[in-house]
C-alpha cells in the first residue's frame, strides 16, 4: 500500500496528458527520484515501425556524451592474441570453447557479450541462450569485431545498445538520477539521434511518435518529441 501511496505522492504536480519540453520533463522526474539507491533514468520511444517485418527492424550502439553510470560487466570470445587484448582493455569474462561451454551450462557473468569473427561458429549455438536475453553478438551494433579492445572499452565506457521491441518501442537507461539535468538531456538527444539514424527505409508516416521518461521507481513523463530531436 505504501508503493502506491508514494507513487501518488509522486504523481502529484505532473499533467498525465501534457506533453513536456525534455528539459522540464527531466527536472520533474529527477524530483520524483527519491529512493534509497540511485535510480536509473529510462526514455521510453513509439516508434512508427512494425519490427516484425525485417525492413523495419530498428537497433544500433550508441555512446553517451556522459556515460550510463552503470558498470557494465563484458564477456568476449576470443582466442589467442585477441583475447589477451580484450583482457587488457578490461574485459570481465574472456575465453573460447571453455566460455562456451560454460554459458550453456547456464552460468552468464557477464551484462554485454562480444565476439571475433572467427568466434562466430561457436557462439552461433549459444543463440538460445543469449537470444532472448538480448546479448547476441552481432555485427550491425559492433559486438562482433576485430577491434575487441575498442569494443569492450565502448561496452565500458557508457555505449548503449538499443533495439526496438515487438510493440515498436525503445527502451533505455540513458543515466542516474544523480546526473545533472543538462547531462541528461545530452544523453537523451544522443540517444534519440541515433534512433533517427537507425531509421530503416521500410517505415512509413511519422518515425518518433511518442517519448516518456522515468526513473526506476517513479512516474513516467510525458514528452515533446520535437524537443529530444533537435
Known amino acids: 500500500m505504501a508503493t502506491g501511496k508514494r507513487l501518488k505522492k509522486a504523481r502529484e504536480g505532473i499533467d498525465r496528458e501534457k506533453l513536456y519540453p525534455i528539459a522540464e520533463a527531466i527536472k520533474l522526474v529527477k524530483e520524483r527520484a527519491k529512493s534509497k539507491f540511485d535510480e536509473t533514468i529510462e526514455i521510453a520511444m513509439n516508434l512508427g515501425v512494425d519490427p516484425r517485418h525485417a525492413?523495419?527492424?530498428?537497433?544500433?550502439?550508441?555512446?553517451?556524451?556522459?556515460?550510463?553510470?552503470?558498470?557494465?560487466?563484458?564477456?568476449?570470445?576470443?582466442?589467442?592474441?585477441?583475447?589477451?587484448?580484450?583482457?587488457?582493455?578490461?574485459?570481465?569474462?574472456?575465453?573460447?570453447?571453455e566460455l562456451v561451454e560454460k554459458v550453456q551450462g547456464g552460468s552468464i557473468d557477464f551484462d554485454r557479450c562480444i565476439a571475433t569473427p572467427d568466434m562466430m561458429p561457436l557462439v552461433g549455438r549459444l543463440g538460445k541462450v543469449l537470444g532472448p536475453r538480448g546479448m547476441m553478438p552481432n555485427p550491425k551494433i559492433g559486438t562482433v569485431t576485430m577491434d575487441v579492445a575498442g569494443a569492450v572499452k565502448g561496452a565500458k565506457g557508457g555505449s548503449v545498445e538499443f533495439r526496438v521491441e515487438k510493440a515498436g518501442i525503445i527502451q533505455a537507461g540513458i543515466g542516474k538520477a544523480s546526473f545533472s539535468e543538462e547531462k541528461l538531456v545530452e544523453n537523451i538527444k544522443a540517444l534519440a539521434d541515433a534512433v533517427v539514424k537507425a531509421k530503416p527505409a521500410g517505415s512509413k508516416g511519422t518515425y518518433v511518435q511518442r517519448v516518456a521518461v522515468s526513473s526506476t521507481m517513479g512516474p513516467g513523463v510525458k514528452v515533446e518529441p520535437a524537443s529530444v530531436l533537435n
Do not use: C, H, I
Not at 65 to 80: D, E, I
Not at 84 to 95: L, Q, T, Y
Open 55 to 97: 525492413d523495419q527492424m530498428v537497433r544500433g550502439v550508441v555512446s553517451l556524451p556522459n556515460g550510463t553510470g552503470r558498470t557494465l560487466r563484458v564477456g568476449v570470445f576470443a582466442r589467442g592474441a585477441k583475447a589477451e587484448e580484450a583482457k587488457a582493455a578490461g574485459a570481465d569474462v574472456v575465453g573460447a570453447e
